[in-house]
Every structure is written in C-alpha cells, then in structure tokens.
C-alpha cells in the first residue's frame, strides 16, 4: 500500500530533551511537510521540504529542527528548546501536480 | 499568510440535514481542496475543483466555485453522524505553493 506512516503514535518527553517523530512515505513525493496542530485550532507549519538535501522553515520553526537526508524520509527533533512542545505533530508530503496532500497519522507529544 | 480560510468556524446540526461551509481565498488559484480530519486523526483529501470548473460532485458532496468572488462552498448532503470532523480548504497558487491551512470548520452532526 502505498501511503505515509508516522511514529511513534504518542510519545512522551521528560523536560531537557530532545525527541525525535519519525515520517516515512512511499508516495515518490518530492514535497514533505511538518505541521503542528494544537486543540481547537487549525494547522501551523513547521518546516517544509520541496527536495532532498533541503529544507525550509516554515512559520514556527523556533525550537523545532529537521532533515531530509533520504526522499522517502522527513524526521522531526523536537529540541529542548522548544518550551510548550505538548501538542498533534502531522506530517504529509505532495507531488508536484500541487493536487493533493497525504497526510500520516499523526503523534501526540505529551510532556511528562 | 495562509490561502483558504473557512466558515463558518463551528456548525452543529441534526442527522438528515445538509451542511454547508465556506472557504475564502486571496490569490488567482490553480485548483481548490477541501480536506476532512476526524478528531485525533490526520487529514484526509475529500474532492478537488480545477479553477475552470463551477460545480463538482462526489457522493453526498457538492463543491462550488465562484472565482469571481474567490470563495467556494462545501455542502454535505443528508448529514450522518460520522460526517462529525473538521473540515479545511487549501487553495494553490502556482509556483513555489507551500500549503498552509486555517481553523477549519468544526461539524457536529447530532443523531
């Protein structure tokens, strides 16, 4: 099948440190996406990544870093520096027709 | 900025009743989607519309666009009780189209 997998499904992150969510597609989508959603609101872009080997921040990058070292891959560290990281992380990738995202599952990143 | 920003921002109806939400966009368009997500879920594509198409159907959705007045409607007919979710357009513009999203709609659809 083809899709987008996130994981880990929840994740927990004790104060200081630095957690790692996972996003892997099998789409051929050149475009991989990061997007924080917190409750009752709409989705904010984290970073964004139109091709290997570069990406961009999007609009709260802050605390947040990414790499995109593989096309089927677009892993999420969410640094100690970020300070209310506690929210719905969702991943989604595109092809170039610009027509349709595919979103993953998502993670929810509680802190403990 | 974001292109696309629904309302209204929550809708609550009865089963059997049709529902109707609206998107605003800023910008000339390629083509307009409207996505679902069910809560605690990711977003799920529901029906694309080409900039040079006025109505499109799928099973009990019904797509208008009025590029004249940079806005589409989502209409649910006969609502169900698992049409629950919060729905989203996204607009592209061409080029270099980075996606972003506004609040949604928020639906809940009593039984």
């Known amino acids: 099948d083809g899709g987008i997998t996130q994981s880990p499904k929840y994740l927990f992150r004790k104060e200081g440190q630095n957690v790692t969510l996972s996003c892997e597609q099998n789409?051929?989508?050149?475009?991989m996406y990061w997007y924080r959603q917190d409750p009752g609101q709409g989705l904010r872009l984290i970073y964004y990544?139109?091709?290997?080997?570069?990406?961009q921040k999007g609009d709260i990058a802050e605390g947040y870093s990414v790499s995109r070292e593989k096309k089927e891959s677009f892993p999420l560290t969410v640094t100690s520096a970020q300070k209310n990281p506690t929210a719905f992380y969702l991943c989604?990738?595109?092809?170039?027709?610009?027509?349709?995202?595919?979103f993953g599952p998502g993670t929810r990143l509680l802190v403990l | 900025s974001q292109q696309g920003e629904e309302d209204p921002q929550a809708l609550s109806i009865q089963e059997g009743e049709n529902a109707t939400m609206n998107c605003s966009y800023k910008?000339?368009?390629?083509?307009l989607q409207w996505y679902r997500q069910n809560s605690g879920r990711g977003l799920v594509h529901l029906i694309l519309?080409?900039?040079?198409?006025r109505e499109k159907h799928s099973g009990r959705l019904r797509v208008t666009l009025d590029t004249s007045k940079k806005s589409s409607s989502l209409l649910i007919t006969a609502s169900r009780a698992a049409d629950t979710a919060s729905y989203f357009c996204?607009?592209?513009?061409?080029?270099?189209?980075?996606?972003?999203f506004g609040r949604g709609t928020s639906l809940i659809v009593h039984p």
């Open positions: 989604a990738s595109m092809g170039l027709s610009q027509e349709t995202q595919y």
């Open positions: 789409l051929n989508h050149d475009a």
């Open positions: 990544s139109q091709i290997v080997n570069d990406f």
């Open positions: 910008t000339s368009i390629n083509n």
């Open positions: 519309i080409r900039s040079n198409e």
């Open positions: 996204n607009a592209p513009s061409g080029g270099s189209y980075i996606p972003t």
